[in-house]
């Protein structure tokens, strides 16, 4: 699985020849990219409609490539009467398999305008990942261990003020077993500036079994 951080709580994950954007914030100030750098892509993944998820650049993208846009149900058919002509218009729980890549929506406790706020647990044929979004930690985030193990990577909020603080997210790395989990949606502004080594050090007390990738906006790893 290759990850690229496109900063904040945008990521680029490549998997069994797919593209996926999740979150893709490509006009905020830590994007190393913009929407016309982007001339591929399969699914694209809007966890919740506040501006830094980048809901109107996914927009940009879904015309582009026409990659298969994907979110809770409201947010998906406001996108669709937008035009954007492939949508998945799931809710809390549900699935959808595009192409051999099983798309699963699960809550997220937090905020939004438009719908309800969500993660997603995306299983390729060969490797799980889970993006939280935004949210605090909740104690059912033990239920996606049991419903998707292994999950090979965890992107996690760690910034506080909006969502989990570097504590809460290692409460969550434990709860949810991953072989790997990279903090995200912190630094962008003052107000969620977060130490990822101090997240980096409690997940090595409290999951030993899970590593920690820190990635810099632009920088990208191979799991
Ligand atoms: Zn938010």
Not at 66 to 71: E, P
Not at 198 to 211: A, G, Q, R, W, Y
């Given at each position: 699985?290759?990850?690229?951080?496109?900063?904040?709580?945008?990521?680029?994950?490549?998997?069994?020849?797919?593209?996926?954007?999740?979150?893709?914030?490509?006009?905020?100030?830590?994007?190393?990219i913009?929407?016309?750098?982007?001339?591929?892509?399969?699914?694209?993944?809007?966890?919740?409609?506040?501006?830094?998820?980048?809901?109107?650049?996914?927009?940009?993208?879904?015309?582009?490539?026409g990659?298969?846009?994907?979110?809770?149900?409201?947010?998906a058919?406001?996108?669709?009467?937008?035009?954007?002509?492939?949508?998945?218009?799931?809710?809390?729980?549900?699935?959808?398999?595009?192409?051999?890549?099983?798309?699963?929506?699960?809550?997220?406790?937090?905020?939004?305008?438009?719908?309800?706020?969500?993660?997603?647990?995306?299983?390729?044929?060969?490797?799980?990942?889970?993006?939280?979004?935004?949210?605090?930690?909740?104690a059912?985030?033990?239920?996606?261990?049991?419903?998707?193990?292994?999950?090979?990577?965890?992107?996690?909020?760690?910034?506080?003020?909006?969502?989990?603080?570097?504590?809460?997210?290692?409460?969550?790395?434990?709860?949810?077993?991953?072989?790997?989990?990279?903090?995200?949606?912190?630094?962008?502004?003052?107000?969620?500036?977060?130490?990822?080594?101090?997240?980096?050090?409690?997940v090595?007390?409290?999951?030993?079994?899970?590593?920690?990738?820190?990635?810099?906006?632009?920088?990208?790893?191979?799991?």
């Amino acid at each position: 699985m290759k990850v690229t951080f496109l900063g904040h709580a945008s990521f680029k994950i490549e998997e069994d020849g797919k593209i996926i954007y999740v979150d893709p914030w490509l006009t905020g100030p830590t994007s190393p990219i913009t929407v016309d750098d982007v001339d591929k892509a399969d699914i694209v993944l809007v966890t919740h409609d506040h501006g830094d998820h980048g809901y109107a650049e996914a927009l940009g993208i879904c015309k582009n490539t026409g990659a298969t846009f994907i979110a809770i149900n409201e947010l998906a058919h406001k996108a669709g009467s937008q035009g954007v002509k492939d949508i998945h218009t799931l809710n809390i729980g549900g699935s959808v398999n595009i192409g051999g890549v099983v798309v699963t929506l699960v809550q997220a406790f937090h905020s939004c305008g438009v719908g309800a706020p969500t993660g997603f647990v995306v299983r390729f044929p060969s490797g799980t990942f889970y993006h939280a979004g935004d949210t605090g930690v909740f104690a059912s985030m033990s239920l996606f261990a049991d419903l998707y193990s292994p999950i090979d990577l965890v992107l996690i909020p760690i910034g506080s003020y909006f969502t989990c603080d570097v504590h809460q997210a290692a409460l969550a790395t434990k709860l949810l077993k991953p072989k790997n989990v990279i903090p995200m949606h912190y630094d962008t502004f003052p107000v969620i500036e977060a130490n990822p080594e101090k997240f980096k050090h409690l997940v090595s007390e409290t999951s030993p079994d899970t590593n920690v990738i820190i990635l810099k906006p632009g920088e990208e790893t191979e799991i």
